[in-house]
């Protein structure tokens, strides 16, 4: 008896089924009473979401919250997917903006310091270009990880 249940509920599943609308001469109109504060967040929010028409993005909602209470491995995707795309991205711009701003600061610092030793040391032209040949070549062998303390011991051994 409990898995005639379950067998009807599949059936119901699969008639009601979330598919892809293939034009818009299938759809039907129908009324809807709705609360005007939703309606205000429709309004509100259908653009951000690059719907067209309130309509559209009801429909958006439907389907996720069909796909949801379905929780049917192909339906799934259609409520999961957007919410890990969503939160990806906001992980990764965060993430891009902190390292924008670290970068900045490193780039005061390091022409802080570069002003500074030139205008300490008289360095010629020569030496100054070796110094840079020597210097990219050390950074794409250490793949960018620079140690003060392997560069002072270089240093001393001239």
Same mark, same amino acid.
């Given at each position: 008896?409990?898995?005639?249940?379950i067998?009807?509920?599949?059936?119901?599943?699969?008639? #009601?089924?979330?598919?892809?609308?293939?034009?818009?001469?299938?759809k039907?109109?129908?009324?809807?009473?709705?609360?005007?504060?939703?309606?205000?967040i429709? *309004? #509100?929010l259908?653009?951000?979401?690059?719907?067209?028409?309130?309509?559209?993005?009801?429909?958006?909602?439907?389907?996720?919250?069909?796909?949801?209470?379905? &929780?049917?491995?192909?339906t799934?995707?259609?409520?999961?997917?957007?919410q890990?795309?969503?939160?990806?991205?906001?992980?990764?711009?965060?993430?891009?903006?902190?390292?924008?701003? @670290?970068?900045f600061?490193?780039?005061?610092?390091?022409?802080?310091?570069?002003?500074?030793? @030139? @205008?300490?040391?008289?360095i *010629? &032209?020569d030496?100054?270009?070796?110094?840079? @040949?020597?210097?990219? *070549?050390?950074?794409?062998?250490?793949n960018?990880v620079?140690?003060?303390?392997?560069?002072?011991?270089y240093q001393?051994l001239?």
């Amino acid at each position: 008896m409990q898995s005639d249940k379950i067998k009807n509920t599949e059936e119901k599943a699969e008639k #009601t089924e979330v598919c892809e609308v293939a034009s818009e001469d299938k759809k039907q109109r129908f009324g809807l009473k709705i609360f005007p504060e939703t309606l205000e967040i429709v *309004d #509100t929010l259908f653009k951000h979401d690059n719907c067209k028409s309130r309509s559209e993005f009801i429909e958006k909602a439907v389907r996720f919250y069909c796909g949801y209470l379905l &929780n049917k491995e192909h339906t799934a995707t259609e409520f999961i997917a957007p919410q890990l795309t969503a939160m990806a991205e906001g992980i990764v711009k965060g993430t891009e903006q902190r390292l924008s701003r @670290a970068l900045f600061k490193i780039a005061v610092e390091l022409g802080a310091v570069t002003h500074m030793l @030139a @205008a300490v040391h008289e360095i *010629d &032209n020569d030496t100054m270009i070796k110094l840079r @040949a020597m210097c990219i *070549d050390e950074v794409k062998r250490i793949n960018g990880v620079i140690n003060f303390e392997k560069a002072v011991r270089y240093q001393r051994l001239d």
